[in-house]
């Protein structure tokens, strides 16, 4: 499958701080990058959608302005998180669909884990 | 409000057996259908994935879909120590193809 690399793997922050996450798909161009969230135990969150050059839709009850993304190329996205607080502390995992998928084959990042202090 | 449901389990076989896991789902417009293991601390990885009614083989895994009861199931043959880990159902549909996954499946393969 396509290699889709995020960084950094693990930040440790204070509360307040903002904390920027990318997202690059290695081998092919993602028309369509995915961010999720994850909390200890629960499945994967979609948190929103982007689309290379557009602006990011947002899943209900996620903050656009706290969450900002970028998808400026079709290999990067980025997704920054804004005067972070201990709430936000989660497992953030991207993921990169590209235009010739098929079957709508979405390749994960291996995820960033965050710890807001 | 789209749903993925899946049994938490946790699911305990014992090596060599077989591990049947199991996902329903609620919009019957969903196009695909994915199954992903997740080991703990990590990202899902990819095993398998349907869009039409049937079986579909690959290697120890056989994934079923049944359209009308909107159903999905994943099979596993042979269950080894290193397939314990978290499974999850996913489903895509609307025009955005947006993945929704389920709560996943613990399994535990007991050598």
């Known amino acids: 499958g396509a290699v889709v690399s995020q960084h950094p793997s693990r930040v440790i922050c204070k509360s307040g701080t903002s904390v920027k996450i990318e997202c690059r798909s290695l081998d092919f161009q993602a028309t369509t990058m995915f961010w999720y969230r994850q909390f200890p135990k629960q499945s994967l969150m979609l948190m929103a959608t982007?689309?290379?050059?557009?602006?990011?839709?947002?899943e209900q009850g996620v903050e656009k302005d706290k969450f900002l993304i970028n998808h400026a190329s079709l290999t990067l996205s980025t997704l920054t998180v804004t005067s972070a607080h201990p709430e936000d502390s989660s497992f953030y995992i991207c993921?990169?669909?590209?235009?010739?998928?098929?079957?709508?084959?979405?390749?994960f990042g291996p995820g960033t884990r965050l710890t807001v202090l | 409000q789209k749903e993925v449901e899946q049994n938490s389990g946790p699911l305990s076989v014992p090596e060599g057996a077989i591990a049947s896991l199991n996902c329903t789902y609620s919009?019957?417009?969903?196009?695909?259908f994915f199954w992903y293991r997740q080991y703990s601390g990590k990202s899902p990885e990819l095993i398998m994935f349907i869009y039409s009614n049937g079986d579909k083989e690959d290697g120890r895994f056989t994934a079923q879909l049944n359209k009308a009861s909107q159903y999905v199931s994943l099979l596993i043959r042979d269950s080894q120590p290193s397939d314990s880990a978290t499974y999850l159902c996913?489903?895509?549909?609307?025009?955005?193809?947006?993945?929704?996954f389920g709560s996943g499946t613990q399994l535990t393969v007991l050598p």
């Open positions: 919009d019957r417009g969903s196009q695909s």
């Open positions: 982007s689309n290379e050059g557009s602006k990011a839709t947002y």
């Open positions: 996913a489903v895509t549909s609307g025009s955005a193809r947006q993945l929704t």
């Open positions: 993921s990169a669909r590209g235009a010739s998928g098929t079957y709508n084959e979405q390749f």
